[in-house]
C-alpha cells in the first residue's frame, strides 16, 4: 500500500506540470491539442468531433528519447498564406499554402512542429544534435476517437512493391500486427475522412502502420539492412537487419506525419498537403522537364499485328512504335525489360536492336525514348550508365523493381533523381514506395508507380472498376501514380479473361478513358499495342488530345469507392471524366466552371449496349455555355470523358 501510495504521489507530481497548447486550422473547423506531460501527446478535433485522442509520439535514439519527459523551453504560432509555384503542376499551376503552426521547442536541441491546414494536420520532428545519431525508432501512435472504417492496403512484408488491394474493415477487425504500406484511408463519423501518409521523407526509412487490434495504429519501419544475399536478378534473400531504423545526421528535419481531413469526399482528392510540406525544387534550369503521354511496349507484350515482319524486342517493332507515336503527337515511347544485352548489363542493347538508329529514327519523327533498367544495375554505375543513356539522346529513365523502402533505398531514389536532374534526364520509378513529396525537390520525378495497376491484368482479377475507383481517394493522395491506362479490349466482369499476351480490362471502354482525366499522372502511358490503337481512331484520337499536367482541378463529384467526377483545366480548354464502380448510375454536370462564351464539347460516353459489349460507346459533338448543366449516364463499370474547347 505504501509502495503505491508513492508511485501514486509520483505521477501526481508530474502531471501537476502537465500543460496543453492549441492550434486551430485557419478556418477554425480543424483543432489540434498538444498534451506535454510525462510524454508529448496530442487531439484532435473537426467542428465539434473529436477524431483522435492522445496519440503519442516520440523518437528513440537509443540513449535517449525524445519526447518523454520533455521540457519546453519555448513554444511559438506562426501563420502562413502564401501562393506556390509548381514546376510540374500535378493538379494546377499554383497552390494556396495556408495554415497556422505551432512549434514546441524542447531541451536539449530538438523541437515539434504542428501545421493545422484547412484540409489535415502535419507533424514533425526537428533536431539540433551536434553529433550523429542513430535512430532506433520513431512512435506515431494513433488512437481514434471510434471503431471507424479503414481502407487498409495490407502487406504481407516491408520488402514491398507497395502495390495491394484496399480491405474494407472496421479497426477493431484488423487483428494486431497485421500492417500496411501508405497511403491507408480511415473513414470516421460524421462523413470524415482521414488520408494518412507521410512528406517530406529523406535519408530515413518509410512509414507502415500497424493495427493493434483496437481502434489504434502503431508506426512500423523497415530496419537498415547490414547484410544481404541476390536471389536472382532483382531480389534478396537471407537480410540481415540492424537494430536501427536509421543513421542520419543529428541536425535535420524527420519526415512530416501527413492527416489530410475532409468532410467532403471530393475535396479529399484536392488536398496536396504532401508537395506542400515537402522540400523546395533543388534544380535550378527545368524548361527541359517536358510531360507527356507514352506508348508502352510491356503490357501488350509487343502485340503487333498486321505488318510485314515478324515482331519481337527488334528495330523493326519499335520503329512501328515510333511511328504510331508520331501519328498521334504522342512525345514518348518506353523501352520496357528486353531492350538490354541482360537486365544486368544494361549498358548494351541486345543484337536485335540498335538503339541508336531507333534513338535518331525518333528525334527525326518528334519522339523521344525513355529507357528501362533494373535498379541494381544501374546502382553498380550510376554515373557511367547515365552518362551513356544521355550521350545516346535518351531522355529519361524507368528505373524498376525496388521493391524496399529502408533508409538505402529511400537514398537511391534521391541519388537517381539527382544524378538524372544532373544529364537532364527523366525519372519514372517503377515497382517503387509511394511518392513522398521528392518530385518537388526533384521535378524530374515525373512519375511513380507504387500502385496495383494495369499490368495486374496480365495474370489476375485484381483491377476491377471499384479499385480503379478507389485508387483516387488512396495510393493517389500521395502523389502520381503509373496505373498505365489505355486498354482497348474491354470486358464486362463475366466475360473477362486473363490473358498474357493479348490482355483486357474490365469495365467500359469509356471507363478507360476517364483514367485519363482522373489520374494524376504527368508521364500517362498509353498501354495498349499500337495495332489495338489503330483498329480505334476515334478513341486513340480523344486519348492523344490529353494533357498530363493541369492549371487547375475540380473534383464536382465524388463518394470513396463509388465514383468520382472531375473537371481539369489546361490553357482555355476543360477536360471532364467520370468513372464508376459496377454500379450503374447517373450523375449530373454543372458548367458553371467554364469561362465565358461559347465552347464546343466532345463527349466520349458509355454505348446502349455495353451490357454485353463493354467496348461500346457513343461519341457526341456540341456547343455548350457555363449555363449548361449536363446528365450523364454511366454503365456498370463505366465511364464518361469530354474536352471543352473555347470557341
Keep these: 500500500m505504501k509502495q503505491n501510495l508513492i508511485i501514486f504521489l509520483v505521477f501526481l507530481g508530474l502531471g501537476a506540470f502537465a500543460k496543453d497548447y492549441k492550434v486551430t486550422s485557419p478556418n477554425g473547423q480543424i483543432a489540434v491539442t498538444v498534451s506535454v506531460d510525462i510524454q508529448i501527446k496530442w487531439s484532435a478535433t473537426v467542428g465539434s468531433h473529436a477524431i483522435f485522442t492522445n496519440n503519442s509520439l516520440s523518437l528513440d535514439l537509443g540513449t535517449t528519447v525524445l519526447g518523454v519527459n520533455p521540457k519546453v523551453a519555448s513554444a511559438k504560432t506562426t501563420s502562413v498564406n502564401e501562393t506556390v509555384q509548381t514546376v510540374v503542376a500535378v493538379k494546377s499551376k499554383t497552390i494556396q499554402n495556408n495554415f497556422n503552426q505551432l512549434k514546441l521547442t524542447f531541451k536539449p536541441n530538438y523541437s515539434v512542429s504542428f501545421r493545422v491546414f484547412d484540409n489535415g494536420i502535419a507533424y514533425r520532428f526537428e533536431t539540433s544534435l551536434k553529433e550523429g545519431i542513430t535512430v532506433k525508432n520513431e512512435e506515431v501512435g494513433l488512437n481514434f476517437a471510434g471503431d471507424y472504417g479503414v481502407l487498409f492496403p495490407e502487406e504481407e512484408t516491408v520488402y514491398s512493391h507497395y502495390e495491394r488491394l484496399y480491405l474494407d474493415k472496421k479497426l477493431s477487425e484488423l487483428a494486431a500486427g497485421k500492417f500496411a504500406s501508405l497511403p491507408t484511408l480511415v473513414k470516421a463519423d ?16 518509410c512509414l507502415f502502420m500497424e493495427a493493434t487490434g483496437k481502434a489504434a495504429f502503431k508506426s512500423k519501419y523497415p530496419k537498415v539492412i547490414l547484410k544481404s544475399d541476390p536471389k536472382g536478378d532483382r531480389e534478396i534473400q537471407h537480410i540481415q537487419e540492424a537494430d536501427y531504423i536509421a543513421k542520419t545526421s543529428g541536425t535535420r528535419n524527420f519526415p512530416w506525419r501527413v492527416f489530410m481531413i475532409s468532410t467532403e469526399d471530393a475535396r479529399l482528392v484536392e488536398n496536396q498537403m504532401v508537395f506542400l510540406l515537402s522540400r523546395e525544387n533543388k534544380i535550378a534550369e527545368t524548361s527541359w522537364i517536358k510531360p507527356g503521354l507514352v506508348a508502352w511496349d510491356w503490357w ?103 521493391a524496399r523502402s529502408e533508409q538505402f533505398m529511400v537514398n537511391f531514389y534521391e541519388r537517381t533523381a539527382k544524378a538524372c536532374a544532373d544529364r537532364k534526364l527523366l525519372v519514372d520509378f517503377h515497382g517503387a514506395f509511394k511518392p513522398s513529396g521528392m518530385a518537388r525537390a526533384y521535378p524530374n520525378i515525373i512519375n511513380h508507380e507504387g500502385v496495383k495497376g494495369m499490368e495486374n491484368n496480365k495474370w489476375s482479377k485484381d483491377i476491377s472498376p471499384e479499385h480503379d475507383v478507389t485508387l483516387c481517394f488512396t ?30 480490362s474490365q469495365g467500359t471502354r469509356c471507363h478507360q478513358l476517364a483514367m485519363y482525366v482522373c489520374y494524376d499522372a504527368p508521364l500517362q502511358m498509353l498501354n495498349d499495342s499500337p495495332s489495338n490503337y489503330y483498329k480505334e481512331p476515334e478513341s486513340t484520337s480523344f486519348i492523344s488530345k490529353m494533357p498530363t499536367v493541369w492549371d487547375d482541378t ?9 465514383y468520382i467526377l472531375m473537371a481539369r483545366q489546361k490553357d482555355n480548354s476543360w477536360y471532364l471524366g467520370a468513372m464508376t464502380d459496377w454500379t450503374a448510375r447517373s450523375l449530373n454536370v454543372d458548367l458553371s466552371f467554364l469561362g465565358d462564351g461559347n465552347y464546343e464539347i466532345e463527349i466520349m460516353q458509355d454505348g446502349m449496349n455495353t451490357d454485353k459489349y463493354a467496348s461500346d460507346y457513343k461519341r457526341i459533338v456540341k456547343q455548350v455555355t457555363k449555363a449548361d448543366k449536363l446528365k450523364i449516364d454511366l454503365a456498370k463499370g463505366g465511364g464518361w470523358a469530354a474536352i471543352c474547347k473555347k470557341l
Excluded at 538503339?355 to 519522339?367: F, H, Q, R, T
Excluded at 496505373?483 to 463475366?494: R, Y
Excluded at 475540380?554 to 463509388?562: F, R, S, T, Y
Design 190 to 205: 460524421k462523413n470524415i475522412k482521414i488520408g494518412i501518409t507521410e512528406a517530406d521523407l529523406f535519408d530515413y526509412p
Design 300 to 402: 501488350n507484350d509487343n502485340n503487333i499485328y498486321g505488318v510485314d515482319f515478324k515482331s519481337g524486342l527488334d528495330t523493326q517493332t519499335y520503329k512501328y512504335y515510333i511511328d504510331f507515336a508520331s501519328k498521334y503527337h504522342i512525345p514518348y515511347i518506353i523501352l520496357d525489360e528486353g531492350w538490354t544485352k541482360t537486365t544486368l548489363n544494361i549498358k548494351e542493347s541486345n543484337p536485335t536492336l540498335d538503339l541508336k538508329e531507333l534513338i535518331a529514327y525518333g528525334k527525326s519523327k518528334n519522339v523521344d525514348i525513355i529507357l528501362w533498367c533494373l535498379w541494381n544495375a544501374l546502382d553498380t554505375d550510376m554515373s557511367g550508365t547515365l552518362d551513356l543513356y544521355a550521350k545516346w539522346g535518351a531522355k529519361g529513365i524507368k528505373v524498376d523493381f525496388m
Design 475 to 504: 495510393r493517389m493522395l500521395a502523389g502520381p501514380m503509373d496505373f498505365t491506362p489505355g486498354a482497348m479490349i474491354n470486358k464486362n466482369e463475366k466475360d473477362y479473361v486473363i490473358s498474357g499476351s493479348s490482355p483486357e
Design 554 to 562: 475540380k473534383v464536382l463529384d465524388a463518394k470513396v469507392g463509388d
